[in-house]
Nanobody, 128 residues
């Protein structure tokens, strides 16, 4: 069926950067759409970025637009999330996902994204 394995989380100060990686294997590696979601303590999981493999079209939630960038290395089956200008409210467990469904985009902004397959997550902590 496949596997998704995240890495790259850690602790940074406000304004810092991190790059998350997600290694995809098996069937999920060929999925048409992948992305990232996050879940902070006491909050619901939030889909924040997706990328469609064909053409590389990307969409972002308002909360991360302009600061985060999702990209892919198709040859290595790795998904990335470059996170810049990090804020304390970005503190969360970050999950890589494949098989984007459902997805809701309004005026180019990602309003909702859920995934059929998930990784185990990697923790990101931003201190003020």
């Amino acid at each position: 069926q496949g596997q998704l394995e995240e890495s790259g989380g850690g602790s940074v100060q406000t304004g810092g950067s991190l790059r998350l990686s997600c290694a995809a294997s098996g069937h999920v590696a060929s999925n048409y759409c992948m992305g990232w979601s996050r879940q902070a303590p006491g909050k619901e999981r939030e889909g924040i970025a997706i990328i469609y493999k064909s053409g590389g079209v990307t969409y972002y939630a308002n909360s991360v637009k302009g600061r985060f960038t999702v990209s892919q290395d198709k040859d290595k089956n790795i998904l990335y999330l470059q996170m810049d200008s990090l804020l304390p409210e970005d503190t969360a467990m970050y999950y890589c996902g494949a098989d984007c469904r459902p997805v809701r985009v309004v005026d180019g902004t990602l309003m909702r994204a859920e995934f059929g397959s998930w990784g185990q997550g990697t923790q990101v902590t931003v201190s003020s």
